[in-house]
């Protein structure tokens, strides 16, 4: 059975960091290119980035190039977004999906809470 | 990149027939067959419903089904059922190598 479960949200104040976690099992999780998206409090889902299957080719949504860095670790079957400089805006859940043939994505963790304030 | 186009909230009574729109553009929907749709209930993770504009994953339901025309992608849903009642997203993948959603479409079965 395929999970993806999300870790590493919390409360931070803007400017600052988090790193969020992606742990999976039940597939090959080497042989999959890897996604966040993300859902503000009662809005809409927003693709944040994605990552090849060897963690050499990355994409990222403009709202988040230069603050935000996604990788992964296949040995450990693990996704990373490391968020810095983090804005009221980058309140959200934050989910972890695989994407499929690339182009869409056919399973979802759970998702973990990012909020910004101070 | 701008958002795909959806209808803020559709509406049917159970047994109908509805269908939701998602507009994009030519550097998205119009050109690639790329199109996705997801339904999400409340405070759960969205579930993959369409893929590749007419694909339906093992396990859903074949009263959805999904098309595309030029710039529009749709979703259609036959035989509406209460538990349908949820929101949907579209997505397509885009020439600038990222993907993007719809808004969003609250569909209420009435």
């Known amino acids: 059975e395929v999970q993806l479960v999300e870790s590493g949200g919390g409360l931070v104040q803007p400017g600052g960091s988090l790193r969020l976690s992606c742990a999976a099992s039940?597939?090959?999780?080497?042989?999959?290119?890897m996604h966040w998206v993300r859902q503000a409090p009662g809005k809409g889902l927003v693709w944040v980035s994605r990552?090849?299957?060897?963690?050499?080719?990355?994409n990222y949504a403009d709202s988040v190039r230069g603050r935000f860095t996604i990788s992964r670790d296949n040995a450990r079957n693990t996704l990373y977004l490391q968020m810095n400089s983090l804005r009221d805006e980058d309140t959200a859940v934050y989910y972890c999906?695989?994407?499929?043939?690339?182009?869409?994505?056919?399973?979802w963790g759970l998702g973990t809470l990012v909020t910004v304030s101070s | 990149q701008s958002a795909l186009t959806q209808p803020a909230s559709v509406s049917g009574s159970p047994g109908q027939s509805i269908t939701i729109s998602c507009t994009g553009t030519?550097?998205?929907?119009?050109?690639?067959?790329?199109v996705s749709w997801y339904q999400q209930h409340p405070g759960k993770a969205p579930k993959l419903m369409i893929y590749?504009?007419?694909n339906r994953p093992s396990g859903v339901s074949n009263r959805f089904s999904g098309s595309k025309s030029g710039n529009t992608a749709s979703l259609t849903i036959s035989g509406l059922q209460a538990e349908d009642e949820a929101d949907y997203y579209c997505?397509?993948?885009?020439?600038?190598?990222?993907?993007?959603f719809g808004g969003g479409t609250k569909l209420t079965v009435l």
């Open positions: 590749d504009v007419t």
């Open positions: 039940g597939f090959t999780f080497s042989s999959y290119w």
């Open positions: 999906t695989r994407g499929r043939l690339g182009f869409y994505f056919d399973y």
């Open positions: 990552i090849s299957s060897d963690g050499s080719s990355t």
């Open positions: 030519s550097s998205d929907v119009g050109t690639y067959n790329y």
């Open positions: 997505s397509s993948y885009t020439s600038s190598s990222i993907w993007v």
